[in-house]
């Protein structure tokens, strides 16, 4: 077809989609278009801005790595990785513990025993005995769930960010065994800065918006039969709940840390004060799958992200 104006150009990309063979292909394609379209013509998008657009999205490309993800961490700082957990998971009545996957997770951490300390090498903070409990949405427990558990150092920075952090710091795999419960000891994690250095940086500083996210412990529960859920635990004393940068905080998913200050711990060697917190994840019927892994491995060095014009 030879465009004419605007509008014709909309109908010819449409048109030429109808010889999609996946129905669901070509209905999100479809759709795509004409919400893209929408929006250039609604804010008259001059060349300048989209070539501007266009050079963030190849920013966000060459800045996810083997252990970063900034096209993850932009999904979270617009809202949308929250708005399609939300719409996939539990109903208004049966709300399932879905939430953020997060740019962090890495697949194949170590298998460990209930009970079983994450903190494999010098981890400054305070002790935290966690206990977890899987339930259906019917309050049934879920047994033989694997349940792969992940967090940010009190420093604010994952294992895969910190080459100072042993490999798999803060990381394993535990089994929720018949009455649905699993339990780890790890450090009481803090809050911290998402990465700064790219694309994602740029729009919470052209939006006045800080970076920090509220403490918080990743869970990702996986067994057949059962949707897989990726979910996080936030810290009911944390002060930015309301403001968390990747929109992740929901309700039902603020956990209260319980302090000890004068009651002996689960493990002999705690002589310090220390944290307890337990919470119970509620999963649905459903197809289980893992996902892609925002990264795969450790960064060699301290530096974040590249900047702007030395990619």
């Given at each position: 077809m030879i465009i004419q104006d605007e509008l014709q150009l909309t109908a010819a990309?449409?048109?030429?989609?109808?010889?999609?063979?996946?129905?669901?292909?070509?209905?999100?394609?479809?759709?795509?278009?004409?919400?893209?379209?929408?929006l250039a013509r609604e804010v008259r998008l001059t060349e300048k801005e989209f070539d501007t657009a266009l050079d963030i999205v190849t920013r966000l490309g060459r800045l996810t790595t083997p252990s970063h993800n900034e096209v993850r961490?932009?999904?979270?700082?617009?809202?949308?990785?929250?708005?399609?957990?939300?719409?996939?998971?539990?109903?208004?009545?049966?709300?399932?513990?879905?939430?953020?996957?997060?740019?962090?997770?890495?697949?194949?951490?170590?298998?460990m025993n209930n009970g079983e300390s994450i903190v494999r090498s010098p981890t400054e903070g305070p002790p935290l005995f966690f206990t977890g409990r899987i339930v259906d949405t019917d309050t049934n427990a879920v047994a033989d769930a694997?349940?792969?558990?992940?967090?940010?150092?009190?420093?604010?920075?994952?294992e895969n960010q910190d080459p100072e952090q042993a490999e798999w710091n803060l990381?394993?795999?535990?089994?929720?065994?018949?009455?649905?419960v699993f339990a780890f000891r790890s450090i009481k994690p803090s809050g911290y800065p998402i990465p700064m250095g790219g694309p994602v940086g740029e729009l919470l500083t052209a939006l006045k918006r800080h970076p920090f996210r509220p403490a918080h412990v990743h869970a990702l529960i996986h067994k057949p039969g059962y949707k897989t859920i990726a979910s996080q635990l936030y810290s009911h004393d944390d002060p930015i709940l309301e403001t968390d940068a990747q929109f992740g905080v929901v309700q039902s998913l603020v956990g209260t840390y319980v302090l000890h200050e004068n009651e002996p711990a689960p493990d002999p060697d705690?002589?310090?004060?220390?944290?307890?917190?337990?919470?119970?994840?509620?999963?649905?019927?459903?197809?289980?799958?893992?996902?892609?892994?925002?990264?795969?491995?450790?960064?060699?060095?301290?530096?974040?992200?590249?900047?702007?014009?030395?990619?």
């Amino acid at each position: 077809m030879i465009i004419q104006d605007e509008l014709q150009l909309t109908a010819a990309v449409l048109a030429e989609t109808e010889r999609a063979g996946d129905p669901r292909v070509k209905e999100i394609i479809q759709a795509l278009v004409r919400h893209l379209h929408d929006l250039a013509r609604e804010v008259r998008l001059t060349e300048k801005e989209f070539d501007t657009a266009l050079d963030i999205v190849t920013r966000l490309g060459r800045l996810t790595t083997p252990s970063h993800n900034e096209v993850r961490l932009m999904a979270g700082s617009l809202g949308l990785s929250t708005l399609v957990a939300l719409m996939n998971n539990g109903t208004e009545d049966k709300p399932t513990s879905a939430n953020l996957l997060g740019p962090f997770w890495r697949q194949g951490s170590p298998r460990m025993n209930n009970g079983e300390s994450i903190v494999r090498s010098p981890t400054e903070g305070p002790p935290l005995f966690f206990t977890g409990r899987i339930v259906d949405t019917d309050t049934n427990a879920v047994a033989d769930a694997e349940v792969d558990i992940w967090h940010a150092s009190p420093a604010g920075l994952y294992e895969n960010q910190d080459p100072e952090q042993a490999e798999w710091n803060l990381r394993g795999k535990f089994f929720s065994d018949e009455e649905g419960v699993f339990a780890f000891r790890s450090i009481k994690p803090s809050g911290y800065p998402i990465p700064m250095g790219g694309p994602v940086g740029e729009l919470l500083t052209a939006l006045k918006r800080h970076p920090f996210r509220p403490a918080h412990v990743h869970a990702l529960i996986h067994k057949p039969g059962y949707k897989t859920i990726a979910s996080q635990l936030y810290s009911h004393d944390d002060p930015i709940l309301e403001t968390d940068a990747q929109f992740g905080v929901v309700q039902s998913l603020v956990g209260t840390y319980v302090l000890h200050e004068n009651e002996p711990a689960p493990d002999p060697d705690v002589t310090e004060p220390w944290y307890s917190l337990e919470f119970t994840f509620v999963v649905e019927p459903g197809e289980a799958w893992l996902p892609t892994p925002p990264v795969s491995a450790k960064r060699a060095t301290e530096l974040d992200v590249l900047p702007r014009g030395t990619q």
